[in-house]
């Protein structure tokens, strides 16, 4: 009898990353009841809030000359901060840096 030997190719990274990335997703969604990953989420939302809150300003500033950048930061600034944060920003933007 012939033994037939079948090929073992390893699992594409991007499988992985996605398989993972959707099991984070998941939990988030359920309301995890592991605290650090809730907070992890809530972080990560309070960036992407911070980062579209400069975008819309970037985007209607266009028409009076404002423009904030968008990075780590400012987004972590008016992410956490809110409207007081990008009052903030807008202001040091106008007075101090231009």
């Given at each position: 009898?012939?033994?037939?030997?079948?090929?073992?190719?390893?699992?594409?990274?991007?499988?992985?990353?996605?398989?993972?990335?959707?099991a984070i997703v998941v939990l988030l969604i359920v309301g995890a009841p592991i605290k650090p990953l809730r907070m992890l989420g809530q972080?990560?939302?309070?960036?992407?809030?911070?980062?579209?809150?400069?975008?819309?300003?970037?985007?209607?500033?266009?028409?009076?000359?404002?423009?904030?950048?968008?990075?780590?930061?400012?987004?972590?600034?008016?992410?956490?901060?809110?409207?007081?944060?990008?009052?903030?920003?807008?202001?040091?933007?106008?007075?101090?840096?231009?």
């Open positions: 009898m012939r033994e037939v030997r079948k090929e073992v190719r390893p699992i594409d990274p991007v499988v992985v990353i996605t398989i993972l990335g959707g972080i990560g939302i309070k960036f992407v809030i911070g980062g579209l809150l400069l975008f819309f300003v970037n985007v209607f500033g266009a028409l009076i000359d404002l423009h904030v950048p968008i990075n780590f930061i400012t987004a972590a600034v008016s992410g956490f901060l809110g409207i007081p944060g990008l009052a903030l920003l807008v202001a040091i933007q106008q007075l101090v840096l231009s």
